[in-house]
């Protein structure tokens, strides 16, 4: 079946460190890949998605290419802030006979000053 | 736009009472989803309506567990009756059918039962 498959965390880094959050999926068809925010106390939001194979979504500094071969989509920052501290969740959206969205377990993002 | 809106934000009931949570999608939005979040499941889909209508309920724990989306513009998510287990954070979204991949989320009702 369908799934999402992302690093565990927390994960713990300096200010201006570079961040890498793994993400692997499995899908029929041709999905479409997310990644979602959540700050403290709030709902997900949408970071930045790829629709198609070799896409990059970007944003905010953030940035993940959707590999086909590797069935990835790997989160990164060259230097992450304090205030990127949150959850982090992949997501796969698919249309196979209805729609449906896949989350991630999430992966929490420490940031120290 | 003012975003998904949910109420209450904070929910605090004993344990065999009815809670009825609210959420109102962005207009012009025709799919509603219902998740709930806990730390050990982390985020769970319950059920999702396209143009009011339910599809997919499948998510939905067990009998005391139900949604209704009566018009465009409201939905509800009722337990009865709640349950300690139930404790958790229920987050309301939406999406445009014909861009459903992208979803927007409200800002949750923490519910404790105790």
């Known amino acids: 079946g369908d799934s999402v498959t992302q690093m565990e965390g927390p994960v713990t880094l300096s ?14 068809g041709y999905p479409s890949l997310f990644w979602y925010v959540q700050y403290p106390g709030e709902g997900l939001q949408l970071l930045l998605k790829a629709t198609k194979a ?15 071969e590797t069935t990835s989509f790997h989160l990164e920052k060259g230097s992450v802030q ?13 249309n ?6 896949i989350f991630g377990a999430g992966t929490r993002l420490f940031v120290k000053a | 736009d003012a ?10 009931t004993e344990m065999g009472q009815e809670v009825t949570l609210r959420c109102k999608p962005i207009s012009g939005h025709n799919s509603l989803f219902w998740y709930r979040q806990t730390m050990m499941r982390g985020l769970e889909l319950l059920i999702y309506f396209n143009n009011n209508v ?12 139900s949604a209704k989306m009566p018009n ?7 337990i009865q009756p709640s349950e300690p287990r139930d404790s958790a954070v229920y ?3 939406s999406s445009l059918t014909r861009d459903a991949n992208e979803q927007y989320f409200g800002p949750g009702t923490r519910l404790t039962v105790t």
């Open chain 1, 15 to 28: 200010e201006e460190a570079f961040l890498t959050i793994n993400c692997t999926y499995t899908a029929t």
């Open chain 1, 54 to 68: 070799d896409d990059k979504g970007s944003n905010k500094g953030f940035e993940a290419t959707y590999r086909k």
């Open chain 1, 82 to 94: 304090v205030s990127d501290s949150a959850v982090y969740f992949c997501a796969l959206w698919v």
């Open chain 1, 96 to 101: 196979t006979g209805g729609f449906k969205t």
């Open chain 2, 3 to 12: 975003g998904v809106i949910q109420s209450p934000r904070h929910e605090v």
């Open chain 2, 54 to 65: 339910p599809i997919d309920d499948s998510g939905m724990p067990e009998d005391r567990f």
């Open chain 2, 72 to 78: 465009a513009s409201f939905s509800t998510l009722k």
């Open chain 2, 91 to 93: 987050f309301c979204a």
